[in-house]
């Protein structure tokens, strides 16, 4: 079975300083991760994806995010948060063999960007 | 990215009619679609799978009855909420997979706001 945890419902964070979002995956194989971000009242925008090679992966508006295999996260950063960062964050999951299925989404995370 | 439209993005119903859904890939042509539900500060729940000509998947505690999903095309898929009740009020949000290889992240509609009086 595939699972995600962000385990923080809130990040707060001011602006002009680093941000992390966390998440860890859980699948029985090897996993397609992705980041996405919703704002209010609408639907989820890509941000990025770690399928395979660097661990390191950057994506939209700034952010990246790295893949640990040891520890199996995929945590998001940016080095410098911008208010219009404030929205909520999904971390999401599939098995490499899954074949043509949905992805599997944590439960989210608000982050609030503070001027 | 691939562009998934959704309408309506708003739409206010009494209760005992049903409401059509719809979501459209515009550039790009989707076998499967996604279709998920999110309650207010929560995440989204997968609702059912929609396969181009078949029959929807539905994931357990689904009413697929209450729930019609047809996808007709390769580009449109619906979700009708049959004799809509206030329970059902939530936002519906559509996905859907431009095949690349076997990784392709998902594209998501905008969503759509239900409100059932």
């Known amino acids: 079975a595939q699972s995600v945890a962000q385990p923080e419902d809130q990040v707060n964070v001011a602006e002009g300083n680093p941000l992390t979002v966390k998440c860890t995956y859980s699948v029985s194989g090897n996993p397609y991760l992705f980041w996405y971000v919703q704002y209010p009242n609408r639907g989820l925008q890509f941000l990025l994806k770690?399928?395979?090679?660097?661990?390191l992966v950057k994506g939209s508006y700034g952010f990246e995010a790295e893949f640990n295999k040891s520890q199996t996260s995929f945590h998001l950063k940016k080095p410098s948060a911008l208010v219009s960062d404030s929205a909520l964050y999904f971390c999401a999951v599939r098995d490499m063999y899954s074949g043509n299925t949905p992805l599997v989404f944590g439960k989210g995370t608000r982050l609030s960007v503070i001027a | 990215g691939a562009v998934v439209s959704q309408h309506p993005s708003w739409v206010i119903c009494k209760s005992g009619t049903s409401v059509k859904i719809e979501c459209r890939s515009l550039d790009f042509q989707a076998t499967t679609m996604f279709w998920y539900r999110q309650f207010p500060k929560q995440s989204l729940m997968l609702m059912a799978t929609?396969?181009?000509?078949?029959?929807?998947?539905?994931e357990q505690g689904v009413e697929k009855d209450k729930f019609l999903i047809n996808h007709a095309s390769l580009t449109l898929s619906t979700l009708t909420v049959t004799s809509a009740h206030p329970e059902d009020s939530s936002f519906y949000i559509c996905?859907?997979?431009?095949?690349?290889?076997?990784?392709?992240?998902?594209?998501f509609g905008e969503g759509s706001r239900l409100t059932v009086l």
């Open positions: 770690y399928i395979t090679g660097d661990n």
């Open positions: 996905s859907a997979r431009e095949y690349r290889g076997n990784t392709g992240e998902l594209f």
């Open positions: 929609s396969n181009e000509g078949s029959k929807a998947t539905y």
